[in-house]
């Protein structure tokens, strides 16, 4: 590949140039960056073509490479680095308790807020601090199409507004709860970048106690939803849809449940992403008459 070398720094502008080729990816090591360079125009250097990268698999939140699964050796954090230059390197050994923290690892560079885009949204979120779930994108635009101009929405666990972004731009009006101070601040945080401050009710406390009111809508983002089902119950009408996560099939106590609140519930259920051998990660769409 027929590069010019500048500095990590000059990256960025060097990439405006018209001698460089935005079609290939530039290369970074070191404080350096080699810049393709366009046919008809002069390089510093012949570099050998790069392979692809055939290292274990690994998530970029904003500028920043998460690592899932068995700790990562040395020699996979290397391949990352000279693949993506990631700012930081992260392992998540898993994620901790019912606020859902990460423990972290940091295998290089230091942790940091990172901006991350999705689906034409900005996520501001810390990925040593709170989780990003990945295997959930599919369900974070779902939640955006369903939604109608105007729904009254509870997202009673919402992170740092994964749902309550998608489905506040979509018309709704969300009210947003989270009961961790850092994931909340980000949450805040995320209303504001995406402008959407008007559409959105952020508040910092227990979903059980912020519940107010009657909602056409329920997003249940947490594993342990089923264990608040009767809440939400609480707070629901004929015709209120609820989105109820689960880890495992929780059909029948939502019926049950619906049913003891005085409730028919029409279940349908979708898978998410498998969380362990023979355990799913499910959404279950209950909707009340
Ligand atoms: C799975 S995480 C974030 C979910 C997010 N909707 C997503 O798609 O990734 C669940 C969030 O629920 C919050 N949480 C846990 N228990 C809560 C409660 N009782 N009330 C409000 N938020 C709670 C946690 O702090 C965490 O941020």
């Not at 489905?167 to 909340?184: Q, R």
């Not at 329920?218 to 849809?241: I, K, N, Q, W, Y």
């Amino acid at each position: 590949m027929r590069v010019r070398t500048v500095s990590r720094a000059g990256l960025a502008a060097a990439m405006r140039e018209v001698w460089a080729d935005p079609s290939r990816r530039p290369y970074v090591e070191e404080g350096l960056a080699y810049v393709p360079v366009r046919d008809g125009y002069e390089a510093d250097l012949d570099l050998p073509e790069r392979r692809p990268y055939e290292g274990r698999s690994f998530q970029m939140v904003g500028d920043t490479a998460v690592l899932h699964g068995p700790r990562p050796t040395d020699e996979e954090v290397a391949a990352i680095l000279a693949w993506r230059s990631p700012a930081c390197v992260l392992y998540l050994g898993g994620i901790d308790g019912v606020r859902r923290l990460p423990s972290t690892e940091v295998l290089y560079g230091e942790p940091h807020p990172v901006c991350h885009h999705e689906n034409g949204f900005r996520y501001w979120l810390n990925p040593a601090e709170v989780m990003f779930a990945q295997g959930n994108l599919e369900e974070r635009r779902l939640m955006g199409r369903v939604v109608a101009p105007g729904e009254r929405v509870a997202d009673m666990f919402a992170g740092i507004g994964y749902f309550t972004v998608p489905m506040a731009s979509a018309g709704a009006k969300v009210h947003a709860m989270e009961i961790n101070p850092v994931s909340f601040g980000y949450l805040q945080r995320n209303v504001h970048e995406n402008r959407l401050e008007e559409r959105v009710r952020p508040e910092n406390d227990d979903c059980r106690d912020l519940l107010d009111g009657v909602y056409d809508r329920v997003v249940m983002g947490h594993f342990d939803a089923p264990d608040f089902f009767p809440a939400a119950l609480a707070h629901a009408e004929a015709g209120t849809v609820i989105h109820l996560h689960a880890l495992g099939d929780a059909t029948a106590a939502a019926r049950a449940a619906a049913e003891g609140a005085g409730f028919a519930a029409e279940v349908t259920t979708r898978k998410v992403k498998k969380y362990g051998p023979h355990i799913w990660h499910v959404v279950h769409d209950v909707v009340l008459s």
